[in-house]
């Protein structure tokens, strides 16, 4: 039986519908506590503890949570992420499960039952990676640039570059047009080039400065800036201001910006859960 990801997990067959168990993460304590009535619909939030660990859920019916207000769905997933917080406030340390999880009940074994057979099975994992989160937190870290900048510095920069781009002013239009094609080829190739050389470098630096890094897709960015950076950073939570410094020293280079979001549950570090 294994708890993901994924928006149910099913330890048996003939599963009870009307029961379940909505899974927040698994906190850093054996304690049987309550939270309160702070989970997804008002459901009040405790832990159900095995050994020196414990599942932070909610009752719910054995289905998963829908709807076509795009809205109500932001909520609940919000809710559950102040859940989370309050458990790491309660508790310490906290492995998060992405919103939806839910363990369900059976005819042979109620819902409760089978949280209690899976935390006991994935015991020494759960423990594993609740050590290597202990005392940090997960920091986004994204870079950008101004393609303009960089294509304007590569011109003054690259002899290849400028030597064809002067050719082009001296040509008659027609076969400028020609060497302009010429020129855009070499500048998108030079571009990639930059953008591999500027990844390694970027990366070199922040790497020293966390416990473990997440490469993650990178997004469309805001008009006229492209992100050629999108890491999760494992970061002990006494150091994130050294990490800050190196990244201020990347945002003040020509054509370049820096976002630093954070701190968060290590959501990335514990994929797979």
């Known amino acids: 039986m294994q708890c993901s990801d994924k928006t149910e997990v099913t330890p048996r067959a003939e599963a009870v519908e009307?029961?379940?168990?909505?899974?927040?993460?698994?906190?850093?304590?054996?304690?049987k506590v309550s939270l309160g009535e702070i989970g997804i619909g008002g459901?009040?939030?405790?832990?159900?503890?095995?050994?020196?660990i414990g599942a932070v859920v909610h009752n719910c019916p054995a289905q998963p949570y829908r709807s076509d207000d795009q809205e109500v769905v932001e909520a609940w997933v919000m809710t559950h992420q102040k859940v989370v917080d309050a458990a790491c406030e309660r508790c310490g340390t906290v492995l998060p499960l992405s919103f939806d999880t839910i363990i369900k009940g059976e005819t042979e074994s109620s819902a409760e039952?089978?949280?209690?057979?899976?935390l006991k099975q994935e015991y020494e994992g759960?423990?594993?990676?609740?050590?290597?989160?202990r005392g940090k937190a997960e920091y986004g870290v994204q870079v950008f640039w101004n393609p303009k900048v960089i294509v304007e510095n590569l011109t003054r920069t690259s002899p290849e570059i400028g030597k064809l781009d002067e050719e082009i002013r001296l040509k008659p239009r027609g076969l400028a047009y020609m060497y302009r094609q010429r020129l855009e080829k070499l500048i998108k190739r030079e571009m990639e080039s930059k953008a591999d050389e500027c990844f390694k470098d970027f990366y070199t630096r922040i790497r020293k400065h966390a416990d473990d890094i997440r490469v993650e897709k990178t997004k469309k960015a805001e008009a006229g800036l492209q992100m050629i950076m999108n890491l999760s950073c494992l970061i002990y939570k006494d150091r994130y201001t050294e990490l800050g410094e190196e990244l201020d020293k990347i945002n003040q280079s020509e054509g370049f910006s820096v976002r630093f979001t954070g701190p968060w549950p290590p959501y990335s570090f514990v994929r797979g859960t």
């Open 43 to 52: 459901k009040e939030v405790y832990a159900i503890p095995y050994r020196d």
């Open 126 to 133: 759960l423990k594993s990676k609740i050590e290597k989160v």
């Open 113 to 118: 039952r089978n949280v209690q057979d899976w």
């Open 18 to 31: 009307e029961e379940g168990r909505y899974l927040y993460g698994v906190a850093d304590s054996g304690e």
